[in-house]
């Protein structure tokens, strides 16, 4: 009966140092592949800003958030900059960014939004609605808005009329924290 108890007890080690060795290989593979997300991303913003107006200021910050937006297993990008021109009295601008091949592609480019930045549960043609916050710029009584995917896109501000006064208490998951206002963001130069 002793040898059957310590038989047991070596297979089921087996099987705990097994399960780790898998869960830690798995681990690895997933941090190189964030490792690998978030050079590309780098990249990818660092082109996208050097063609854009606010060319040559080094002090763009950026949020992002990997969610898969159209829950087909990939995750999109949601970029939300400060600094460097990116921003005005109503908020900063924010990226919805598609992946392309190891780079990226700009779904959208919304202008003046404020964290905190959450996807809804809703989906509008197959694509999950986003909330932002809207204040500032004009506008007294801050609230959110949803932006809908359209087809080809979300709306490139929450003021124009596509973009809904949301609601409150719509739940949804926060993917940029109302902390990005204060925190400093990923430095986008080094």
Not at 158 to 170: I, Q, T, Y
Request: charge should be positive.
């Amino acid at each position: 009966m002793r040898n059957g108890f310590l038989e047991l007890r070596s297979l089921t080690a087996a099987i705990l140092a097994a399960v780790f060795l898998a869960a830690n290989c798995l681990a690895q593979t997933e941090r190189r592949t964030n490792i690998a997300q978030e050079e590309s991303l780098k990249r990818f913003l660092q082109k996208y800003l050097r063609d854009s107006v606010a060319s040559d200021d080094k002090t763009v910050q950026y949020f992002p958030a990997f969610v898969d937006l159209k829950d087909d297993g990939t995750k999109e990008v949601i970029v939300y900059l400060t600094n460097g021109g990116w921003c005005g009295s109503g908020g900063c601008t924010t990226l919805v960014l598609a992946p392309q091949g190891s780079s990226y592609q700009v779904i959208t480019k919304i202008m003046i939004t404020r964290p905190p930045i959450r996807i809804l549960a809703t989906k509008s043609n197959g694509w999950h609605d986003i909330a932002v916050r809207v204040q500032g710029g004009g506008v007294v009584r801050a609230y959110e808005a949803k932006l809908s995917f359209n087809g080809k896109s979300y709306p490139i501000s929450p003021s124009v009329p596509s973009a809904r006064r949301l609601a409150e208490n719509v739940p949804g998951n926060v993917v940029v924290p109302v902390t990005a206002l204060t925190e400093r963001g990923k430095p986008l130069y080094p």
